[in-house]
């Protein structure tokens, strides 16, 4: 369904009336959007907002996009590609034993260009008023607990323990930020141990703590290069 805003402005304007403009992508558009959904919401998503932003006309965004529903389906795969696949790639991916695994999801949890949990939250958020969005997220939610299902499964866990370890993992951290809590990172990285021994049944053994402490050491200093 358009929002009176698209509905006036498709009207008035289209891409076969004037040139493009080369001040903006659409990528420059999808960004933007990302960070209005994150910071105010889905009702702030406005093209003549963004438009205003980018320093462009309104009609330049009908170069990118068919109309605003058309940037909501945007924005929705964006999230699902940002926010689902690499957890699914991630829990596939092979490891000698039930904990490795887990680290390896657990990279989706520390580097947020595997997992926004920001854009997470302002998804879940715009959910609570749209069933189409609700029906998007219940998949999504459903495809993360899927593969890690599968991933506890590799390891001899039978069906229905495989299906409640992946849920326990899966759910504590979406809980973890729809909480916000503001834990630092070295504080996460410390709880790691029992972490693993709660989520597997397993003591980890020295040689996955120390492969996740390379990991995290890699993060860290690219970290440190992106600020300074």
Not at 28 to 46: F, H, M, S, T, Y
Not at 58 to 66: A, T
Not at 178 to 197: C, K, Q
Request: hydrophobic share 40%; glycine share 4%.
């Amino acid at each position: 369904m358009q929002s009176s805003e698209d509905t006036s402005e498709r009207s008035n304007a289209s891409p076969a009336q004037g040139a493009h403009d080369v001040r903006t992508t659409k990528s420059d558009w999808l960004n933007l959007a990302i960070q209005a959904l994150i910071e105010d919401g889905i009702d702030q998503v406005k093209i003549q907002v963004m438009a205003k932003k980018l320093n462009v006309s309104r009609s330049s965004f009908y170069w990118f996009f068919e109309s605003l529903q058309d940037l909501h389906n945007q924005l929705l795969q964006n999230w699902l590609r940002k926010n689902t696949d690499p957890v699914v790639e991630h829990a596939m991916r092979p490891a000698p034993n039930i904990n490795r695994a887990i680290l390896n999801v657990f990279q989706c949890w520390v580097d947020d260009r595997l997992f926004d949990p920001k854009l997470d939250i302002a998804v879940r958020i715009w959910a609570r008023r749209d069933p189409s969005i609700r029906a998007v997220i219940d998949e999504a939610d459903r495809r993360r607990v899927e593969a890690l299902t599968a991933m506890y499964r590799r390891y001899g866990y039978d069906e229905e323990n495989a299906f409640i370890r992946a849920r326990v993992l899966y759910f504590m951290q979406i809980g973890h930020y729809t909480l916000d809590l503001d834990e630092a990172l070295d504080i996460r990285v410390s709880h790691v141990p029992a972490y693993l021994l709660a989520f597997s049944g397993q003591e980890p053994g020295p040689e996955d703590i120390a492969a996740f402490d390379e990991f995290i050491a890699r993060f860290t200093s690219r970290e440190g290069e992106a600020k300074g």
